[in-house]
């Protein structure tokens, strides 16, 4: 099912015209990179401020407010890229393994703030101005830069397949 | 539990699926220390992104017909050296020299091009 998937996504008229394109495809590429700077960079300072390194003054709430705006316009960027992309190169994507892994570390990847924000940042009044943060917030943030950074390496990967 | 679920059969999907057997494969896969030269008979260019890609019939000495793929550079990059979709067509004589596969499937990163006679420059000198 899988393989049909990316067998349809890569004859659509918008996988062939970034494929055939002279442009279009260095360009999303460029773009992709510019999304995950933004992107893990500022999941990198949130991750950080968890850790106790940077920002020790500010408030976790704080920085997740000023942060989080930005990690989604990246994600956005991100995304969108990413999927023209993936679309243009369906079906080599379905055979390549370090494509699969990466697949895999952004569903974990994923799943790790959904459970950080569900469990111990509903108590954050309590450790907000906290140095050292709750165990279960420096796993999560230890997690999180672990994991971009190995999306980012298998990403870089792909071409290598 | 839902979701946990949910992510469980979505990791499973992405390691368990099998894969094709057929190879599309970046620069490493291939072998850089022997050059290979084959001629052959165009039946298809993939004038893309981000690599290249002709498909050609080879026959040996007892007639035997074999598929070959070869990889070249991206679109972007063969453009401004006066390559086009039409640049390679089906029927013509190809006689191509390049790196082979590592895992010994038959296909090959070009390192030069001849279409009829012709030589296709891959690179603005060589």
């Not at chain 1, 999304?35 to 920002?55: E, N, P, Q, S, Y």
């Not at chain 1, 995304?79 to 369906?90: H, N, R, T």
């Not at chain 2, 190879?23 to 690599?51: M, S, W």
């Amino acid at each position: 099912m899988l393989f049909h998937f990316c067998q349809w996504l890569n004859e659509t008229r918008i996988a062939i015209a970034v494929r055939e394109s002279d442009f279009a495809f260095p360009i999303i590429e460029t773009v992709h990179v510019l999304g995950i700077t933004l992107m893990a960079g500022t999941i990198a300072m949130m991750d950080l401020r968890l850790l106790g390194v940077i920002l020790k003054k500010d408030r976790v709430s704080d920085v997740a407010r000023l942060i989080l705006p930005l990690t989604w316009i990246g994600f956005g960027l991100m995304f969108v890229s990413g999927s023209l992309l993936f679309a243009a190169e369906a079906l080599k994507s379905y055979d390549n393994p370090a494509f699969r892994l990466k697949m895999l570390l952004l569903l974990i990847a994923g799943a790790n703030p959904l459970i950080f924000h569900s469990t111990v940042y509903r108590r954050v009044e309590d450790w907000d101005q906290a140095v050292v943060t709750p165990v279960r917030a420096r796993t999560a943030a230890l997690a999180s830069l672990t994991l971009w950074s190995l999306i980012i390496m298998s990403g870089r990967a792909i071409a290598y397949f | 539990m839902k979701h946990a679920l949910v992510f469980l059969g979505l990791a499973a999907t992405i390691l368990v699926v099998p894969r094709t057997a057929e190879g599309h494969h970046g620069y490493a896969a291939f072998d850089q220390k022997t050059v290979v030269t084959l001629k052959g008979t165009v039946t298809d260019f993939h004038f893309v992104n981000p690599h290249s890609v002709a498909e050609f019939d080879v026959k040996d000495d007892q007639g035997q017909v074999q598929q070959w793929h070869a990889e070249m550079p991206s679109r972007s990059a063969l453009s401004p050296r006066g390559w086009t979709p039409n640049s390679l067509k089906p029927g013509d004589e190809l006689t191509i020299s390049g790196y082979r596969a590592k895992n010994g499937s038959p296909s090959l990163w070009v390192t030069r091009i001849f279409a009829n006679g012709q030589e296709l420059k891959l690179a603005h000198e060589n």
